[in-house]
């Protein structure tokens, strides 16, 4: 067993290898998001142990908590329902994108910069210290969408070693990794005990979780899960945004400038995501206008959340 166990290991090494030859310019983007997270990690180590570093991390588990379960509860209609209108489900996911833009915009990109504008002295540097934070995000999903085994549906399997793995399994990685910048905003958020900044984007999140747990629910059984079994995988795809809450408090604690480059690497993964992949999916079927429409409410939705709870 332990052998098989190494040789697997090794053949994925290798893969991996020969992905990174194959596409330089992408790895250079994950090395380069990894040592800057790394850093962001490693200087909040110091503050890690306080007791207001211990409930901060508590709010930013119970949030990632709350996308989690969010992601669930969504999923809960599968049991009964096999399928849903195309167009429905491409105005959901298109809600749930304005629901992310928005949030990106009003919870992230706007606290980051004003927290960053007394930190650099004017409004141009704090704007200047998001836009690092975007383009880390950015890059951190470029690699990870490179190296990371995952299936979209209309564009087909990416990621080193992506023939090891079934469609279905790499549908669900596709899922659950896009679940990880949602949780590294919640951290983010909740990373200076902020109420105002953590608590509407966690609402957002959550409420942007529900469509997206009943849509990959829906695709699993139509691959020929069982009902149980694709609601009990669809809730699993949640299980990143706990992990990614944890992340995001580690990279925006520390030195002052952590926070406001860690809202915007948070922001930056977001719109990546929304504008990768979220977008392109609810435009594939011919229902532009109810993807968009969708989209414009979630956005004015997330917006009033934000400007109420704010």
Known sequence: MKHITSQRREGWLHALRQHARARPLAALALVVSLL???VL???????????????????????GTVGFAATALGAVPGLILRHIPQRIED?????AAGMMLSAS???????????????????????GLVVLGMALGVLLMIGLEEFT???????????????????????????????????????VGFSQGDMKVGLPLMLAIALQDLPEGLAVAI???????SPLRAVLLAAATGLLEPVGALLGVGLSSGFAAAYPIGLGLSAGAMIFVVSHEVIPETHRNGHQTPATVGLMIGFALMMVLDTTLG
Request: charged share 10%; no cysteine; glycine share 14%.
């Open 219 to 225: 695709a699993l059984r139509s691959a020929g899960f």
């Open 36 to 38: 800057a997270i790394a």
């Open 149 to 187: 085994p995952h299936q979209h549906e209309s564009a087909g399997a990416f990621g080193a070693g992506h023939e090891r793995y079934g469609k279905v399994w790499l549908f669900v990685f596709a899922i659950a990794l896009h679940n990880l910048p949602e949780g590294m905003a919640i951290g």
């Open 91 to 95: 105005a959901m996911l298109g809600m």
């Open 41 to 63: 990690l490693a200087q909040s180590l110091m503050q890690a142990l306080s007791d207001e570093a211990r409930t901060i991390m508590l709010l930013a588990l119970m949030g």
């Open 105 to 127: 915009a009003f919870s992230l990109i706007l606290p980051g910069i004003a927290a960053g504008t007394p930190i650099m002295g004017s409004k141009l540097g704090g704007a």
